[in-house]
């Protein structure tokens, strides 16, 4: 079992920065990916930013150049950079932790607005 806290979340105006953070506890060993999915209010869930074990990241496109996601392994936690937020970023975040079985867990979600 894997347990994750999120926190960063909050109100910011367009063209501003928030970072999201993910860390993870119980078993960690056995972790492959971490990054974040995003859920706007009507919509699909969609995913925003992984990062493997070993480092590579993947980002939708709607984010590239924009967001940047860092993992510090030793520490179990995962970071999500958001620079030049969007009215259009405005979503719940969801942490996710893929376990090397396939197993995924997710966090509890937090809010992020941006205003316009």
């Known amino acids: 079992q894997v347990q994750l806290v999120e926190s960063g979340g909050g109100l910011v105006q367009a063209g501003g920065s928030l970072r999201l953070s993910c860390s993870a506890s119980g078993s960690t060993f056995s972790i492959n990916a971490m990054g974040w999915y995003r859920q706007a209010l009507g919509k699909q869930r969609e995913l925003v930013a992984l990062i493997s074990s070993g480092g590579s990241t993947n980002y939708v496109d709607s984010v590239k150049g924009r967001f940047t996601i860092s993992r510090d392994n030793a520490k179990n936690t995962a970071h999500l950079h958001m620079n030049s937020l969007k009215p259009e970023d405005t979503a719940v975040y969801y942490c996710?932790?893929?376990?090397?079985?396939?197993?995924?867990?997710w966090g509890q979600g937090t809010q992020v607005t941006v205003s316009s």
């Open positions: 996710l932790v893929r376990h090397v079985t396939g197993v995924e867990y």
